[in-house]
């Protein structure tokens, strides 16, 4: 009886004894771990960084839209009415929004060209990476669409794969720079609502979206296909901004917010019925700010 009562303590010691062991390795592994605790279902991976809706900073890239022009005169940009970092106050523009006007002149910065395409934006987003922005800004495709002919639209994979090189610029350069992507607008819409004027009519003969706006006024089969063709490819634009920055932690892309807004006369510019007059910029400012400062990204 004594000897085997003897031997269950000893089982009952060197058992303890193991589980004390095991705690401690626990607890030493638990040292070695970068990160900190996880929470929930996060245990044991690495938590994803947080998408900041309060950035002190912003750069914006892109195209004419960003630049603001024809908002202001006739064939000029005016980018003290972008929609991204202008300084109107009638516009109140993101970077206004989110940084204030005392901070918004030395707290960011507008990098879009007038004309640019995608294959322009790894560049742009290199200048823009070099300030180090806690968001930057993109809003880039119109010209992309916006062609001589339907038939020379950028291709959809070509397009991909420079927002993706445009992306892995910046993040080479900037990791923790958040990325706002804007939707690629309608342009048959832009189309629908300047048609009916003769004047419109004669300033879009002037070279402006040929692809969607030449003979507005055309009614058959060939031309109702070829403009349908463009927002076809507009609408794959855009299903590629979303699948790229899907990859990406810290980016948001505003869900077709742009796409889908119902630009009317009073939003577009007087001097070409086409880019975003000065209510237009506005309008643009505050879908982005509703998307940036959004606890959750659209869906």
Not at 18 to 37: F, I, N, R
């Amino acid at each position: 009886m004594r000897t085997t009562a003897a031997r269950r303590r000893a089982r009952r010691t060197v058992t303890g004894a193991g589980v004390a062991v095991a705690v401690l390795a626990a607890a030493v592994t638990g040292c070695d771990d970068s990160g900190p605790p996880a929470k929930g279902g996060e245990r044991g991976a690495q938590a994803k960084p947080r998408w900041n809706p309060a950035p002190t900073s912003v750069a914006a890239v892109g195209d004419s839209i960003t630049r603001g022009f024809d908002a202001c005169s006739v064939l000029a940009d005016c980018p003290e009415v972008s929609w991204a970092t202008g300084s109107d106050p009638a516009v109140n523009s993101l970077a206004a929004r989110l940084l204030g006007q005392a901070e918004m002149p030395v707290r960011s910065w507008n990098h879009a060209v007038t004309g640019s395409r995608m294959a322009d934006l790894p560049g742009q987003v290199a200048q823009a990476a070099q300030h180090k922005p806690g968001l930057v800004t993109v809003m880039v495709g119109s010209n992309d669409a916006c062609r001589p002919t339907a038939s020379s639209m950028t291709p959809v994979a070509e397009f991909r794969a420079e927002f993706e090189q445009a992306m892995k610029e910046l993040r080479t350069a900037s990791p923790s720079s958040q990325v706002y992507v804007s939707s690629v607008p309608d342009l048959q819409r832009l189309w629908e609502q300047g048609k009916g004027d003769p004047m419109v009519r004669q300033i879009w003969k002037l070279g402006i979206c040929q692809s969607m706006l030449a003979e507005p006024l055309a009614s058959d089969a060939q031309a109702t296909a070829r403009r349908e063709r463009v927002r076809a490819r507009v609408v794959e634009y855009n299903e590629a901004l979303r699948q790229v920055c899907a990859q990406d932690a810290l980016c948001r892309y505003d869900g077709g917010a742009v796409f889908q807004y119902p630009f009317g006369a009073e939003q577009l510019s007087h001097w070409d019925w086409f880019h975003p007059g000065r209510d237009g910029q506005a309008r643009l400012a505050e879908l982005a700010h509703r998307q940036v400062t959004a606890a959750d990204p659209p869906r």
